[in-house]
T-cell receptor, first 113, second 114 residues
Framework: DQQVKQNSPSLSVQEGRISILNCDYTNSMFDYFLWYKKYPAEGPTFLISISSIKDKNEDGRFTVFLNKSAKHLSLHIVPSQPGDSAVYFCAASGDFGNEKLTFGTGTRLTIIP | DAMVIQNPRYQVTQFGKPVTLSCSQTLNHNVMYWYQQKSSQAPKLLFHYYDKDFNNEADTPDNFQSRRPNTSFCFLDIRSPGLGDAAMYLC?????????????FGPGTRLTVL
């Protein structure tokens, strides 16, 4: 039972354009959502997060949107740069005392120069 | 720089031969996690320590054990590796300073079972 789903295994975007990565979840107890970025031969690195009390969080070129009613979140990267090419994992956790992360399967983003 | 270190980065073992993977951290985080990640799959939590309290996931095989002798170090022991245990093993930490939801990952150890 996959509680966090990333239905697009891969995505290619032209440099300078917007990249939109999507994530769906099924567990309504999830309270906190994160995006991690992973380069080959490295561990995942934290990118941006959002609490369920918000619907948007922005950090530089990265914005995460949360639609609780649809149980959907998305990561927008604009403008996309070649260094953004990586695998992006969506993750979700519960509230205090239940911070274990449940990950999606990842989306491989390729930025085309 | 504060970080999570995993050794070795690549480990080759034989079928049935015990192997130990190591993780250390300089973040002084009180929670440490071990994940297994197979190709094109999501990282799967095996177990975690909250301070010295060990928390095993229900579906983690008995073949996998862990030790945390102190705050900085955590070990993953695979008692009798099978071919299906070949994977990337990721160690992560979290703590009050970073918010418990945000986990910091090491670079991983890729385990090959011959």
């Amino acid at each position: 039972d996959q509680q966090v789903k990333q239905n697009s295994p891969s995505l290619s975007v032209q440099e300078g354009r917007i990249s939109i990565l999507n994530c769906d979840y099924t567990n309504s107890m999830f309270d906190y959502f994160l995006w991690y970025k992973k380069y080959p031969a490295e561990g995942p690195t934290f990118l941006i997060s959002i609490s369920s009390i918000k619907d948007k969080n922005e950090d530089g070129r990265f914005t995460v949107f949360l639609n609780k009613s649809a149980k959907h979140l998305s990561l927008h990267i604009v403008p996309s740069q070649p260094g953004d090419s990586a695998v992006y994992f969506c993750a979700a956790s519960g509230d205090f005392g239940n911070e274990k992360l449940t990950f999606g399967t990842g989306t491989r983003l390729t930025i085309i120069p | 720089d504060a970080m999570v270190i995993q050794n070795p980065r690549y480990q080759v073992t034989q079928f049935g031969k015990p192997v130990t993977l190591s993780c250390s951290q300089t973040l002084n985080h009180n929670v440490m996690y071990w994940y297994q990640q197979k190709s094109s799959q999501a990282p799967k939590l095996l177990f975690h320590y909250y301070d010295k309290d060990f928390n095993n996931e229900a579906d983690t095989p008995d073949n996998f054990q862990s030790r945390r002798p102190n705050t900085s170090f955590c070990f993953l022991d695979i008692r009798s590796p099978g071919l299906g245990d070949a994977a990337m093993y990721l160690c992560a930490t979290s703590g009050a300073s970073g918010g418990y939801n945000e986990q910091f990952f090491g670079p991983g150890t890729r385990l090959t079972v011959l």
